[in-house]
């Protein structure tokens, strides 16, 4: 079982940097598969990047790669997104979601069983 928690949002200018941390807490972390969803206002939540569970492998939507990189630390028990060149349509709803025991890059939203409750960011032009 996993509970996740994410932090690091907030309000920034267009062109700026942030990361986000999601903190997970339980014993499959490790061997867990991990992904960024995103959800504007009015939108549906759709995927942003996933990430296998050793760090090795990773996926991107077309509309952040080469701007958004996801990593993790296992040692830790955490996931990040840094996201840079931010556009004001990046301005979402973020949240950090797992699925335990899946070595693969989980794209999907319905492939992950535990999701954290989001953390805003909001980019200004």
């Known amino acids: 079982q996993l509970q996740l928690v994410e932090s690091g949002g907030g309000l920034v200018q267009v062109g700026a940097s942030l990361t986000l941390s999601c903190t997970a807490s339980?014993?499959?972390?490790?061997?867990?598969?991990m992904g960024w969803f995103r959800q504007a206002a009015g939108k549906e939540r759709e995927f942003v990047a996933a990430i296998n569970r050793n760090g090795g492998g990773t996926d991107y939507s077309d509309s952040v790669k080469g701007r958004f990189f996801i990593s993790r630390d296992n040692s830790k028990n955490m996931l990040y997104l840094q996201m840079s060149t931010l556009k004001a349509e990046d301005t979402a709803v973020y949240y950090c979601?797992?699925?335990?025991?899946?070595?693969?890059?989980?794209?999907?939203?319905?492939?992950?069983?535990?999701w954290g409750q989001g953390t805003q960011v909001t980019v200004s032009s």
């Open positions: 979601a797992g699925r335990s025991n899946v070595g693969l890059i989980l794209k999907r939203e319905s492939s992950y069983d535990y």
């Open positions: 339980g014993p499959t972390f490790s061997t867990s598969a």
